[in-house]
């Protein structure tokens, strides 16, 4: 006996029966077979599935005639537009990897992403062409090809580009011959997080965890072909939650939305008949607190929530106007949304506040994720899944990233035994469904967006009047959570809590600025280090 299985001999991968993973592969197939379908609606601009995947091609092209391929990054900053959903198609039909800014950086932090990055061409919506010339101004970069978009609905902004999107499209050709790549493994999208630090890591996906991703979007929220999904979540968030993937593989339409206000989104809820949308708890929350008036659209939608848990009571109102509410919980290392609160149809004989309480929940692993657990840290033991023994977030599957570019420290830090460590806390209940308690990294999550109190503390520092500084989470109606900066000031030295915010404001993006300052004595252990958990009890008090 040689030992050898039999089932691999001769049965090799070959063209015939292997192909890479890729969520390339959904858009042509919707567009062969759904060309005259409705694919991206903004405004007036309104594109079939046969015109949205020609001009992704073109987009290729145009990158590969000009020197771009595997390996190559191209940057975005733009809205919720359909050039921003093209990218996602375009850039990695080229080869080359997307890479989309957030839109609510400021300059420093877009120049570091753009040198980090090795950006070969950078795409901007004219909405932040002020920020992005600062950002280029900080970088010696002259090879970086700049491209204008041009938006006819949009007032204002400026030509910082050698030339426009439409006139780079015009350089490709609608049936450019692109390929999939050469391993399901290669680099599609490359995402910025601030983590616990502020300096931003480099999160790399891979062709084969975002087709995963995309498909499960479909099936963990049971979405019907041909949904209407509207654009409120961040396309440059985790890919938009690999969504932009998501509708070419539902052969559905994208309804993008430059700003997210409760008036448009009722809009084109009644008249695009918007069926799905993601959002953060604040977004749920505007919302659900809109006046009457707005609220008449008549028929049944889905939301997807993530971030700091949305209120129970936020949740009783979007459901009691139609809006069935699905909590989702991940991390930009995970594809975004990796767990999420399977809903069990005898939960619904409960009261409506038993049904929200249920719903705060984050839930199961989603259909792509391998593995979940809520662990020690140190020894990865299992906690009791009592609802009530904390223990870290861990997770292993083709959904988690790659690993952080340039940053192999972080990698293995993050990769430990075998899984990802989220750096988050929570609780296992009998049931199998994992809750969040706290957060590890002391991430603050405001509207949706990752804020680092190291960060916020590194600008408090600067401050000539501060001597001392600690930023918690403080819970906020609206945003979910807010930075509370506690301040200890320099003997002598005088403050207001208007001057200190201002400050912050004036040094880094204005989201990340606290909303709250409490001035006084930094509590400590007797090694010097401080309490934060008793200032998050206080924060909570406020």
Not at 176 to 200: C, H, K, M, V
Not at 375 to 401: K, R, S, Y
Not at 421 to 446: N, T
Request: contains cysteine.
């Amino acid at each position: 006996m040689t030992g050898i299985n039999i089932y691999d001999q001769n049965l090799d991968r070959t063209p015939a029966n292997f192909t890479p993973l890729s969520p390339l592969s959904m858009i042509e197939r919707t567009a062969a077979i759904y060309p005259d379908y409705p694919s991206v609606v903004y405004g007036a601009r309104r594109y079939t599935w046969a015109e949205t995947y020609a001009r992704c091609r073109r987009l290729a092209g145009a990158l590969v005639a000009r020197g771009i391929g595997k390996g190559d990054t191209v940057s975005i900053i733009a809205a919720n537009i359909p050039e921003m959903y093209e990218a996602h198609f375009g850039v990695p039909m080229a080869g080359a990897v997307l890479n989309a800014i957030n839109t609510r950086l400021d300059a420093p932090i877009i120049a570091f992403i753009l040198t980090h990055a090795e950006a070969k061409v950078l795409i901007v919506d004219p909405e932040f062409s002020a920020v992005v010339r600062d950002a280029l101004d900080q970088i010696d970069r002259p090879d970086l090809l700049v491209v204008d978009i041009e938006d006819a609905s949009f007032e204002g902004g400026a030509r910082i580009g050698a030339l426009t999107y439409e006139e780079l499209l015009a350089e490709g050709d609608p049936e450019f011959a692109w390929s999939l790549p050469d391993d399901e493994w290669d680099a599609i999208a490359l995402n910025y997080t601030s983590g616990t630090t502020g300096n931003p890591k480099g999160v790399v996906y891979h062709h084969r965890g975002a087709a995963l991703n995309a498909n499960t979007n479909i099936l963990d929220w049971s979405m019907p072909k041909h949904s209407v999904y509207l654009w409120t979540l961040p396309m440059f968030h985790c890919n938009g939650w690999c969504f932009p993937w998501t509708m070419a593989a539902n052969a559905g339409v994208s309804v993008c939305l430059r700003a997210v206000r409760d008036e448009p989104i009722y809009r084109a809820f009644r008249e695009e008949k918007v069926t799905h949308f993601c959002g953060a708890p604040i977004v749920l929350n505007m919302l659900a607190n809109a006046p009457a008036h707005l609220k008449d659209f008549d028929h049944q939608i889905k939301v997807m929530t993530a971030g700091a848990p949305p209120p129970a009571a936020v949740i009783e109102k979007m459901e009691a106007m139609g809006v069935e509410v699905t909590h989702v919980y991940g991390l930009t290392e995970t594809y975004g949304p990796s767990v999420v609160c399977a809903w069990k149809e005898v939960w619904n004989a409960r009261p409506a506040g038993e049904r929200a309480a249920l719903k705060v929940r984050q839930g199961v692993k989603n259909a792509a994720l391998a593995g979940l657990m809520v662990a020690d840290p140190d020894t990865l033991e299992p906690v009791p899944a009592d609802g009530e023994t904390m223990g870290e977030i861990f997770m292993q599957g083709n959904v988690v990233m790659k690993g952080y570019l340039k940053n192999p420290d972080a990698t293995d830090k993050a990769f430990r035994g075998g899984w990802f460590a989220s750096g988050d806390l929570g609780v296992m209940h009998p049931d199998g469904y994992v809750a969040l308690k706290d957060r590890s990294k002391d991430i603050i999550i405001s509207g949706g967006e990752n804020i680092s109190s190291v960060e916020v503390e590194g600008v408090l520092y600067k401050h000539p009047a501060v001597l001392e500084a600690a930023v918690v989470a403080k819970p906020d109606e609206k945003w979910g959570e807010t930075p509370c900066a506690f301040v200890e000031l320099k003997p002598g030295m005088a403050a207001e809590a208007a001057e200190i915010i201002a400050f912050c404001r004036d040094n880094m993006a204005h989201f990340k600025a606290p909303r709250t300052v409490v001035f006084g004595e930094l509590p400590k252990t007797s090694t010097g280090k401080v309490q934060k958990f008793v200032l998050r009890d206080r924060a909570r008090a406020l």
